[in-house]
């Protein structure tokens, strides 16, 4: 099946400086993150978010809270006509040595493994750091389009979504 690998902060979200993104006061989606997600979901593509939250481990967030947090975003989305068919989350901090961890492939090979039909080769990577990028190197991830405030989830699904 087609399908899109999406960072969360920075793409979907804007990422706040020096502190992480905890409530739902602090999440602002990025300009075109609802519409390039709708447009995505509707052109019949599997959308999966993979995001680091080391915040957790750190002790400053829970999985519930993230997983509430995550709930909202779906159900914004959904309104819209898009959202994520899974989404995978790193809890672990850079030293850690974890699998996880962007820019460690580990949540792209999981999804694979746990779909079982994504040919990652065939597959996109949307993300905004160096690390997403080179986590979808690491896990043959066909494509990765850089997403800022400039190049938005919306263009890029324009990009993909040209004939």
């Known amino acids: 099946m087609k399908t899109i690998f999406i960072d969360r902060d920075g ?3 804007v990422r706040l400086v020096g502190n992480w993104v905890m409530t739902w006061d602090d999440f602002e989606f990025m300009p075109g993150a609802i519409s390039g ?4 979901k509707k052109a019949g593509y599997r959308l999966i978010l993979v995001t ?7 002790g400053k967030f829970s999985e519930e809270k993230l997983n509430a947090l995550h709930d909202k975003m779906q159900n914004e989305l959904k ?8 989404i995978y989350h790193c809890p672990h901090d ?7 961890r962007k820019p460690e492939p580990g ?7 746990d779909f079982g039909d994504i040919d990652l080769s065939k597959s996109i990577m ?6 997403d990028r080179l986590a ?3 896990a043959g991830v066909g494509n990765f389009y850089q997403i800022s405030s400039e190049q938005t989830i919306a263009d890029a699904a324009k990009t993909i979504l040209a004939p």
């Open 37 to 40: 997600i709708a447009a995505l």
């Open 126 to 131: 949307l993300g905004d750091q160096e690390s």
């Open 136 to 138: 979808s190197e690491a």
């Open 94 to 100: 850079r030293d850690e040595n974890c699998g996880c």
């Open 52 to 58: 680091n939250q080391r915040c957790i481990n750190l």
């Open 79 to 86: 309104n819209e006509g898009g959202f994520f068919d899974s």
């Open 107 to 113: 949540m792209l090979l999981k999804a694979a493994e």
């Open 11 to 13: 793409c979907v979200n």
